[in-house]
């Protein structure tokens, strides 16, 4: 089965966008930890500004999670083999948990050996591909069950616990709920992003790349069911969130319109809420529609540019923040309280850009070489 190849590059034009949506949340929370924000967040005393950048950083592990569940379909259709894509799944989310234990951990604590390991986005990654791997021999009527059963129905264990049974619950931590398994006075496991809502995401991706890409189908064709999963998922939002009973913790009328709209959109991502999955997927998957209208455009080449080395790029932004947050402290001190910190959201803003920026020709230098170097295995995970 032949896949067009512009469409890979509205994937990877629709990577490097959440990619530098996520440069602005990390940025945040390397120069704006003196507020701190809970998840989800607390609606009186964050400022307007903070609450929507979060939001809109919401969108970067759904919209990636998925599209590695559609890449995997579409790596399945080009190989024509069921085998060679489990196997590259295997290998890659080995790969990625393999870099999220050492080579990311590090980025975040300055710690080696460490003694907090914490489990985030890479791990959650590489966790749902092995999911995936074995799922996606079984008939596709039963993973579209799986996926929806998994992201509608994640939510009624948010009450459960198994806190009498220290095993089984270290294995819950890792599923569904967040939390720290810990090894005596070794080390400590802070499970920040459990896995298992993201396992329905990830076979939500795998679904739709499989009732989108059919070899039959146009470009009109595709891009019609695309909006069709993409407009229904935010509509189904918008009437469960209006109804207010299940999917998540209730909204509220306040004060002002505008902190009735934050407590609609103040959705919970630890783990994602039905309702962080139905939004940030639905806007995704319109988002890509977007850009392969426009991917053609001279302008839209830096975003498929950072979205074709996208682990490269975490990798090395988590390590250029690290130093700079260490450099600034040697120079400036610490002015707020444990922290060095910005006074604005704007300034994170335009760090993200200013660092985007100067990293961009190295993005440009590695993804020509990742091209032209495509026999090396390794390169194919970064």
């Given at each position: 089965m032949s896949i067009p190849s512009q469409r890979l590059q509205a994937i990877d034009a629709l990577r490097g966008l959440v990619i530098l949506i996520m440069m602005v949340d990390h940025?945040?929370?390397?120069?704006?930890?003196?507020?701190?924000v809970p998840d989800p967040m607390l609606i009186p005393g964050t400022e307007t500004s903070l609450f929507f950048s979060r939001i809109l950083a919401h969108?970067?592990?759904?919209v990636f999670i998925v599209l590695t569940g559609l890449s995997a379909y579409l790596y399945q259709a080009k190989n024509n083999s069921l085998a060679m894509t489990r196997e590259?799944?295997?290998?890659?989310?080995?790969?990625l948990i393999f870099l999220e234990l050492v080579v990311i951990n590090f980025a975040?604590?300055?710690?080696?050996?460490?003694?907090?390991?914490?489990?985030?986005?890479?791990?959650?990654?590489?966790?749902?591909?092995?999911?995936?791997?074995a799922l996606i021999g079984l008939p596709q009527k039963l993973l579209w069950i799986i996926s929806i059963v998994i992201i509608f129905g994640h939510n009624v264990l948010d009450q459960v616990s198994f806190e009498n049974v220290p095993f089984i619950q270290n294995l819950w931590f890792i599923l569904h709920e967040r939390?720290?398994?810990?090894?005596?006075?070794?080390?400590?496991?802070?499970?920040?992003?459990?896995?298992?809502?993201?396992?329905?995401?990830?076979?939500?991706?795998?679904?739709?790349?499989?009732?989108?890409?059919?070899?039959?189908?146009?470009?009109?064709?595709?891009?019609?069911?695309?909006?069709?999963?993409?407009?229904?998922?935010?509509?189904l939002f918008l009437l469960l969130r209006a109804i207010n009973v299940y999917g998540d913790h209730a909204w509220t009328?306040?004060?002002?319109?505008?902190?009735?709209?934050?407590?609609?959109?103040?959705?919970?991502?630890?783990?994602?809420?039905?309702?962080?999955?139905?939004?940030?997927?639905?806007?995704?998957?319109?988002?890509?529609?977007?850009?392969?209208?426009?991917?053609?455009?001279?302008?839209?080449?830096?975003?498929?540019?950072?979205?074709?080395?996208?682990?490269?790029?975490?990798?090395?932004?988590?390590?250029?923040?690290?130093?700079?947050?260490?450099?600034v402290v040697a120079f400036f001190g610490k002015n707020h309280g444990d922290y060095f910190g910005v006074d604005s959201v704007s300034t994170l803003w335009w760090i993200a850009i200013i660092l985007s920026i100067i990293l961009y020709p190295l993005m440009v230098k590695f993804s020509d070489y990742k091209h032209k170097n495509k026999h090396i295995a390794i390169l194919k995970y970064l």
């Open positions: 940025v945040r929370e390397t120069f704006y930890l003196h507020h701190q969108l970067c592990a759904p590259f799944l295997i290998k890659r989310g080995l790969f975040w604590t300055g710690k080696f050996p460490p003694d907090v390991i914490y489990l985030q986005v890479i791990w959650a990654i590489g966790l749902s591909m092995l999911a995936l791997a939390g720290w398994i810990e090894f005596g006075n070794l080390i400590r496991i802070r499970t920040s992003y459990p896995v298992l809502p993201w396992i329905g995401v990830i076979t939500l991706g795998y679904c739709i790349g499989s009732s989108v890409f059919a070899l039959s189908q146009q470009n009109q064709s595709r891009n019609t069911k695309l909006l069709i999963f993409g407009f229904s998922s935010i509509a009328v306040m004060p002002t319109w505008t902190e009735t709209f934050m407590s609609f959109m103040n959705l919970t991502k630890y783990p994602p809420s039905l309702f962080f999955i139905l939004w940030n997927v639905g806007v995704g998957l319109v988002l890509l529609v977007c850009l392969q209208k426009i991917e053609t455009k001279p302008w839209i080449k830096p975003l498929i540019i950072f979205g074709s080395v996208p682990m490269f790029f975490y990798i090395v932004h988590l390590y250029v923040l690290k130093a700079l947050y260490l450099l």
